[in-house]
C-alpha cells in the first residue's frame, strides 16, 4: 500500500495541452521534439525536412506544438487557423460548390489556395516591414543579374490581388478572378446549369479550371517562392516556425471535401520546404492521414522524409508520469524529497505491480496515462492511501472514457466503430488465433452485429456493417484494441508504420489489449 495521501480531486495535470499547467515543467523531451527544434540543413541532419507531426488522439501533438513555440530557439513563430483562414471561404463559396457538384477536380485549386496562406504568413515574418514597402522591393528586383527568379511574374501575382493580399478577402477574390475568367472562355451557361452535364463539357470546364489556375497562380507563386528563398531567408540568423494544428476539428469531419482539402495542404508546403530558415508544422491525426491514403490522393511512402509519427514505449510513459508525480509532490507538498510514479503506487493490483497495471492498461499515449492517474487521485480523500480498490475502480471510470475517445476517433471511417468495440467482449480468450476459435465462437461475435438494431433512421449504411469475422479482426487491429501476440514479452499494436494487418498476418495470435479484455 503507497504510503502517501492525496488531497481530492489532486491531479498531476490537465488532459489538454492548452489548459495543462504541468507542462512547460515537466515535459519530456523527446527525439521528435529536438529533431523538430533543429534547424540543421547539412547532411548530418536528415530529419531536417521531417514537418508533419502524425500521432493518434492523445499522443501529445498539441503539447509538443506548444513547448516547441515556447522554445528558446525558436525566436519567430505564428499560426494558422485552418477554419478561419480558408476552409470557411470555399466551403461557403456558391462558385466553387458548383464546381464540386459537377465533380470537376479542385485540388490544384485548393493548394494554389493553401500556397497563398503560407505565403502571407512567411512574407510577413521574415520581411517584418510595411505591406506597401515589400511590393516597392519586389519591383526593385527587376534587371539584376544571374538571379534565380523572375521578379516580373512574381509582381504580375502581386499586382493582381494587391488589394487584399494580405487580408482574409483574398481566397474570395481569387475564386471571382477564376470565375470571370473561366465563364469568358467557357460561357457562364456551363457553370450555372443544374444537373449533370455532359462529359465534352465536364473535360472542358475541368481543362480550363487546371489551366488557369497552374497559369494565373502556382506559376506566379512559384516565382515568388523563390524570391523569398533567395532574397529574404538569412538562415544563420533566422529561425521562424508557422504551426497548423486544427486538423482534426469537427468543422472537417462532415465535409466531403476534408481529404482533398488536407492533402493540398501536404502539397503546398513542400513548395517551402527549400526556404531554410522557416519550417511549417503540420499536427495531422494518423486516422485522418491514413483517409488521405486510403483515398489514393497519395503515396504514404513519399512521404516518409516529411513524417515524425509520434508514439511512445513504456519507459517513456514511465519517465513522464514520473516528472509529473515528482513535481507534484514538490510543489503542493512542500517535499524535498525526489519521489517517482512507483513509489506512489507501490502495491499490487490483480497480482500485477500498480505502476504496471496502469502502465499497461493505457494504450501508451501521455493523456491515457495522465488520465488514468488523475482518476486514481481523484478517489482520494486526504485519509484514504492509495490502494488496489482505488485503481480497479478508476480503471473503470477509464476504460468508459477511452472508449468513448476510441468511438470519436474512427466515428468517420467506420460508422459503426462502437459496435464493433462492443462485439469484442463476446470473444472469451485473451489470446486467440483465428484459425483456432470455432464456428460458435464467431458467430457469438457476429451475430451480436446482426442484431444490433437500427437506432438512426438517415443510417444508410445500417446494412453494410463488417459481418466478415477477419475484416472484423482488421478493425480492432486498426484501432488498436487487439494486438499481434509475437512473444511472450511482446505485443505489436497498429502504428504509423503499421497501420493494419495483410493476409499474412491473419494466421497470427492476436491477444487483447489489457483494457479492452473485460473479465
Not at 523572375?150 to 493580399?165: C, G, H, R, T, V
Not at 516518409?304 to 509520434?310: E, G, N, V
Amino acid at each position: 500500500m503507497s504510503s502517501y495521501k492525496f488531497r481530492k480531486n489532486t491531479e498531476i495535470g490537465k488532459l489538454e495541452a492548452e489548459t495543462d499547467s504541468f507542462l512547460s515543467s515537466c515535459f519530456y523531451e523527446s527525439d521528435v521534439f529536438k529533431g523538430l527544434i533543429n534547424f540543421d540543413y547539412s547532411e548530418s541532419n536528415p530529419d531536417f525536412t521531417r514537418r508533419i507531426i502524425v500521432g493518434r488522439t492523445g499522443s501529445g501533438k498539441t503539447a509538443l506544438l506548444k513547448q516547441i513555440l515556447g522554445s528558446e530557439s525558436v525566436k519567430i513563430h505564428d499560426t494558422i487557423e485552418a477554419e478561419n483562414t480558408v476552409f470557411e471561404h470555399i466551403n461557403n463559396n456558391v462558385f466553387i460548390s458548383g464546381l464540386m457538384e459537377k465533380g470537376i477536380d479542385l485540388r490544384v485549386f485548393y493548394k494554389s489556395l493553401w500556397l497563398h496562406v503560407l505565403l502571407v504568413k512567411v512574407i510577413n515574418l521574415l520581411y517584418r516591414s510595411t505591406y506597401e514597402s515589400f511590393f516597392e522591393y519586389i519591383k526593385g528586383l527587376y534587371g539584376k543579374n544571374k538571379r534565380p527568379y523572375k521578379p516580373e511574374i512574381a509582381n504580375e501575382y502581386l499586382e493582381s490581388y494587391k488589394d487584399n493580399f494580405f487580408n482574409e478577402n483574398i481566397v474570395t477574390e481569387i475564386s471571382d478572378k477564376m470565375q470571370a475568367e473561366l465563364s469568358g472562355k467557357i460561357g457562364s451557361g456551363l457553370f450555372n446549369s443544374t444537373g449533370k452535364i455532359s462529359e465534352e463539357n465536364f473535360k472542358k470546364i475541368q481543362s480550363a479550371t487546371s489551366s488557369y489556375v497552374s497559369k494565373e497562380l502556382l506559376r506566379k507563386q512559384k516565382e515568388l517562392i523563390k524570391i523569398i528563398k533567395t532574397e529574404f531567408s538569412n538562415e544563420k540568423q533566422v529561425r521562424v516556425i508557422i504551426s497548423i494544428d486544427d486538423l482534426d476539428k469537427s468543422w472537417l469531419s462532415s465535409s466531403s471535401i476534408r481529404y482533398d482539402f488536407i492533402n493540398a495542404l501536404l502539397e503546398a508546403f513542400k513548395e517551402l520546404l527549400d526556404v531554410k530558415s522557416v519550417k511549417i508544422l503540420i499536427s495531422i491525426r494518423t486516422d485522418i492521414i491514413m483517409g488521405i491514403y486510403h483515398n489514393s490522393l497519395r503515396q504514404d511512402e513519399k512521404d516518409q522524409s516529411l513524417i515524425y509519427a509520434i508514439s511512445w514505449n513504456k519507459c517513456e510513459i514511465r519517465q513522464i508520469l514520473d516528472n509529473r508525480i515528482n513535481y507534484l509532490i514538490k510543489n503542493q507538498y512542500q517535499s524535498s524529497k525526489c519521489v517517482t510514479f512507483s513509489d506512489i503506487f507501490n502495491f499490487k493490483v490483480s497480482n500485477e505491480s500498480a505502476d504496471e497495471f496502469i502502465i499497461n492498461r493505457t494504450m501508451l499515449r501521455p493523456r491515457d496515462a495522465i488520465n488514468f492517474v488523475n482518476l486514481c487521485l481523484s478517489e482520494c480523500d486526504g485519509r484514504v492511501e492509495l490502494n488496489e480498490d482505488i485503481v480497479l475502480e478508476a480503471e473503470e471510470k477509464f476504460y468508459s472514457v477511452r472508449k468513448k475517445a476510441l468511438v470519436k476517433e474512427w466515428k468517420s471511417i467506420y460508422s459503426h466503430i462502437e459496435d464493433y468495440l462492443d462485439s469484442l467482449s463476446f470473444i472469451k480468450y485473451k489470446s486467440f488465433k483465428i484459425s483456432e476459435l470455432t464456428e460458435s465462437d464467431k458467430n457469438r461475435v457476429l451475430n451480436y452485429l446482426i442484431n444490433r438494431p437500427n437506432t438512426n433512421p438517415d443510417d444508410e449504411e445500417h446494412n453494410n456493417r463488417l459481418l466478415d469475422f477477419e475484416e472484423l479482426v482488421k478493425v480492432w487491429f486498426v484501432v488498436g484494441i487487439i494486438g499481434i501476440k509475437k512473444s511472450n514479452t511482446l505485443l505489436i499494436f497498429s502504428s504509423f508504420e503499421k497501420p493494419e494487418l495483410d493476409i499474412t498476418d491473419l494466421n497470427k495470435k492476436f491477444e487483447i489489449h489489457p483494457l479492452f479484455f473485460r473479465e
